[in-house]
């Protein structure tokens, strides 16, 4: 598979070689053979110390994912995946100790001054570490506040959280410490049988948050801005559970407006949500995985599963997500709206620049009485990318009342890419009301040279209109991230006319 | 002093010549009037100035304020003060008045070297503006020109010109699609931007945008050459006998 070879060969130049700093024999030990059989699921589970039932789930997923081929629908197209050519668990690379900023790669800190983001940030995220004995006083002040503020706020927050009985911590823990509520839920929503990327991910998940909101309980925070800086080592295989108990609410947002690189090429994430009776999720991603060079070679395959199950009458799920990385994107964000009056939502953005392939939409799927749905996706095409919005709105028999509004825009950037709208609609009920809007259209010369005109660059031109054809998906993101989302789209759309 | 100074321009669209060696010369707090027939070449003119792209300049040079226009992009010869109040302004959805006003107000702060406005500094000088020239401050609000009136649009135009301050304003056609109170009002708002320092080239079909806004040279153009320039009594004359007697002499 020379494409992943290519991204191996990329981020190594680009993130530091560990072999050199004398790490080999312990990366070794802590590997799991390359190739994927029920030897190293046994590896990983052990790895996590886990419990019988977690292995025995584990295998079953991998002996059903044996008999299974891949899915080949989508419009996206890529060298055949030889999987036992990839290794499907490594412990997390120690990094090379940087000690200041001055050794992080200019281009990339380029990158997080266009987003806005502040250098103390920047040291945390890039894992600035003081050096012992250092001499000059602005580049320890940097470190030590780094670490210092990572710790605070992380037990302030930790504290907050116990306070109103809110469980958050890796899925790795919980199976651990909350094996109840794991077995109950882990999956009930995607079930290990439920699509060749899911099942696999069953098998060999590294590691992943699990959230649990108890009844009654509003969480106090946005479980983001902790999470934000501490999000970086979750591997290829990202496992997360969120269960919103009875007349609950919590707010989660994934993802990194910051450059995001991975040594792994394949990504298979699965997320579940479930929302009893009253209570209500709102789940924001940003996503911004390395998109591959200019020639299209390299590049993150992201290929994942998201999906809600609205187990409790007015309950409700919310969607929101920026996509802009990724050399291929798969990815359906979906609802089963099962409770009577549940309510399902889905705001989409995803952004294909260079080579970039996206194929991404939701599904909803009406089961309960008087249920609703809404999606908005904006597809925003540039250079030589294809982007594809795929989505599925159906009502069953039973779910008189059903409602569902969509509106799928796609904005064109230049005459060498494509957008494709796939919508499928099935009303198995003759009370069911669903509408469905679509428009394509290109951002016009007329357009661009009126804002040139009045002093702005080509790119700030494209950024001004692209933000503009977005602003009702941006405003469903929590405020501070909208901001950095808004940036982060005008850097995606860096190049691409002219 | 000058201002413009359009020198022996020879300019090509897709290997037609349009403009065959127009020279013009705009000197500071001038009001000039740029008359002629459809095809003339005087909206390619306006455009060539701004730096429209799709134009071919084969000949000739543009200087303003003594410097090479033709060098400089688009958006570096709106932070120079050259401003184009388009004929058509575009909309843009999504993107408030506001917003847009500050982004290029900013872009062009920025690349003269001058300090950013703060929001609240922002706010204060667009209120003041928009004040002075009575427009509603729920326009600001709406999207770029997105669901206006042909006035308001050419009035968004005046917003911009008095708020970017430039040294030199084009307006081309600011006449078409208004109607005869749009003009006034329109009108109105170019007036009270000249100033001394401050130049205005008015590219029109018609002599009756003409009685709002008083030129102090009027040029005449036809088949992309300037074939007569006079006083403002220039364009009452050829709204008497129109431009058929300069055909002819082009």
Known sequence: ?????????????????????????????????????????????????????????????????????????????????????????????????????????????????????????????????????????????????????????????????????????????????????????????????????????????????????????????????????????????????????????????????????????????????????????????????????????????????????????????????????????????????????????????????????????????????????????????????????????????????????TACDSLLIGDKCGAHTVPYIEAKNSSATFEHEATTSKISEDVLFYCIQRGLTQEEAVGLVVNGFVKDVLQQLPMEFAVEAQKLISISLEGSVG | MALLEVKDLKVRVEEREILHGLTLTVNEGEIHAIMGPNGSGKSTLSHVIAGKPGYEVTDGEILFKGEDLLAMAPNERAAKGVFLAFQYPVEIPGVSTMNFLRTALNAQRKARGESEYSTPDFLKKVREVSKSLNIPQDMLKRGVNVGFSGGEKKRNEVLQMALFEPSLCILDEMDSGLDIDALRIAADGVNALHSPKRAMVVITHYQRLLNYIVPDIVHVMSKGRVVKSGGKELALELEASGYAQFEDAA
């Open chain 1, 1 to 405: 598979m020379p494409a992943v070879q290519e991204t191996v060969e990329r981020v190594k130049r680009i993130d530091v070689d560990q072999y050199r700093y004398g790490f080999e024999t312990l990366i070794e030990s802590d590997k799991a053979p390359k190739g994927l059989s029920e030897e190293t699921v046994k590896f990983i589970s052990e790895k996590k110390n886990e419990p019988a039932w977690m292995l025995q789930w584990r295998l079953e997923a991998y002996r059903r994912w044996l008999t299974m081929t891949e899915p080949t629908w989508a419009r996206v197209d890529y060298p055949k995946i030889d999987f036992q050519d990839l290794y499907y668990y490594s412990a997390p690379k120690p990094k090379k100790t940087i000690t200041s900023l001055d050794e992080i790669d200019p281009e990339i800190l380029k990158t997080y001054e266009k987003l806005g983001i502040p250098l103390r940030e920047v040291a945390m995220l890039e894992g600035v570490e003081p050096k012992p004995g250092e001499e000059d006083p602005t580049r320890r002040k940097i470190a030590v506040d780094a670490v210092f503020d990572s710790v605070s706020v992380a037990t302030t927050f930790k504290a907050e959280l116990k306070k109103a009985g809110v469980i958050f911590m890796p899925i790795s823990e919980a199976i651990r410490e909350h094996p109840e509520l794991v077995q109950k839920y882990l999956g009930s929503v995607v079930p290990t049988s439920d699509n060749f990327y899911a099942t696999l991910n069953s098998a060999v998940f590294s590691d992943g948050s699990f959230v649990y909101v108890p009844p009654g309980v509003r969480c106090p925070m946005e479980l983001s801005t902790y999470f934000r800086i501490n999000e970086r080592n979750t591997g290829q295989f990202e496992r997360t559970l969120i269960i919103a108990d009875k007349g609950s609410y919590v707010s989660y947002l994934e993802g990194c407006t910051a450059p995001q690189r991975d040594e792994n090429q394949l990504h298979a994430a699965v997320v579940e949500l479930v929302t009893h009776d009253d209570a209500e999720i709102k789940y924001s991603t940003v996503q911004n995985w390395y998109p591959g060079n200019s020639e299209g070679k390299g590049g993150i395959y992201n290929f994942v599963t998201k999906r809600g199950d609205c187990r409790g009458n007015n309950s409700k799920i919310s969607w929101t997500q920026v996509e802009t990385g990724s050399a291929i994107t798969w990815k359906y964000p979906s609802c089963i709206l099962r409770g009577d009056n549940s309510r399902g939502e889905f705001y989409s953005i995803a952004i294909s620049n260079g080579y970039q392939q996206v194929d991404s939409g939701t599904k909803m799927i009406h089961l309960g009485k008087n249920t609703s749905s809404r999606i908005i996706s904006k597809g925003i095409a540039a250079g030589k990318s294809q982007n594809t919005y795929r989505g599925l709105v159906t009502a069953h028999r039973k779910a008189t009342g059903a409602r569902n509004f």
